[in-house]
């Protein structure tokens, strides 16, 4: 069974930075491609950014794109998003999820997912 464990929200101020983690059990984690989406309250669950197995091949969202940097470790079996800069409006529940394939956007073409950390920026 795979497993994901987010790790490494929580409050800052605005223009502050946060690296989040999402530790990965239980599956072939070099096989995956891997991402990270968030979902503040009352809205949809929207991807922030994508990674391909060997890191050869990156996507980041309009509303991040320049603010953060996805990266993984395949001997770790982690995925990271460095985040800076951040806004009030970046407040929001973050979710790595994990697929075989890359290049997905929607949240329901990921077959992987953990249960999310908050981020919380205060202005």
């Known amino acids: 069974q795979v497993q994901l464990v987010e790790s490494g929200g929580g409050l800052v101020q605005a223009g502050g930075s946060l690296r989040l983690s999402c530790a990965v059990s239980?599956?072939?984690?070099?096989?995956?491609?891997m991402a990270w989406f968030r979902q503040a309250p009352g809205k949809d669950r929207v991807i922030v950014a994508a990674?391909?197995?060997?890191?050869?091949?990156?996507y980041y969202a309009d509303s991040m794109k320049g603010r953060v940097t996805i990266s993984r470790d395949n001997a770790e079996n982690t995925v990271y998003l460095q985040m800076v800069s951040l806004k009030p409006e970046d407040t929001a529940v973050y979710y790595c999820?994990?697929?075989?394939?890359?290049?997905?956007?929607?949240?329901?073409?990921?077959?992987?997912w953990g249960r999310g950390t908050q981020v919380t920026v205060s202005s």
């Open positions: 239980g599956g072939s984690f070099s096989m995956y491609a």
């Open positions: 990674i391909n197995w060997n890191s050869e091949l990156t």
């Open positions: 999820a994990a697929d075989h394939k890359y290049g997905l956007s929607n949240s329901e073409d990921y077959t992987y």
